[in-house]
């Protein structure tokens, strides 16, 4: 909305989705997007200032729960035998509360 209130030209169409337009790109991940959507004036000015601060708490608690979890993706390329690192210490070997831990203390939870 705020592009059609300031009567923003929004460019050319392009059919390759991953051309470089010269624009700002969209956040690649929730941990991005949480930080642009905070750091974002115009959605506090549009949205209310409260209404921001629920959602991105609301997100960066659902972002550190997922930081704890240990995926299918890990376990397979750390724990299962045949992996280059199976044998090699690793943080993610140990439990998920020493794991949560280890995530704070390198500060991987925000």
Request: with cysteine.
């Amino acid at each position: 909305m705020d592009g059609i209130e300031k009567t923003l030209d929004p460019g050319a169409p392009t059919s390759d989705p991953c051309a470089d337009t010269g624009r700002a790109v969209l956040p690649r991940s929730l941990m991005d997007a949480v930080g642009a959507l905070k750091a974002s004036t115009l959605f506090r000015e549009k949205m209310g200032k409260e209404f921001i601060d629920y959602i991105v708490a609301i997100k960066e608690f659902e972002v550190a729960r997922f930081l704890t979890y240990v995926t299918d993706w890990e376990h397979r390329e750390y724990f299962e035998s045949g992996s280059a690192l199976s044998c090699a210490p690793c943080p993610l070997s140990r439990s998920v509360s020493s794991r949560r831990w280890w995530l704070a203390d390198a500060n991987w939870s925000r």
